[in-house]
């Protein structure tokens, strides 16, 4: 974790084999506590689920374009996703 300025706040473990960041971050803050409701996390789509098991306002995570289907067959964001 680092803020925004790149000052690393925190390392965490190092975890063998194939493992999810979600997976890890569950692991070193367990989702009982309040870990993020004073801070601002902007997090990547390896995160997805974080706002249904962690209390926050402020955790951001971007959104995932939609798939390509029949019914949608050029999925867009729109510009208030894309910001």
């Known amino acids: ?6 000052w690393i706040v925190f390392v965490g473990d190092t975890f063998a084999g194939h493992e ?16 993020f409701e004073t801070i601002h996390a902007l997090l990547d789509l390896g995160y997805q689920g974080i706002l249904a098991d962690y209390v926050g306002q402020n955790i951001e ?4 374009k939609p798939r390509k289907s029949q019914k949608n067959p050029q999925p867009q964001l729109s510009n208030e996703q894309k910001t």
């Open 61 to 64: 995570i971007p959104h995932k």
């Open 20 to 35: 999810h960041d979600y997976t890890m971050l569950k692991t070193e803050f367990p989702p009982e506590h309040p870990w």
């Open 1 to 6: 974790m680092s803020t925004v300025t790149k």
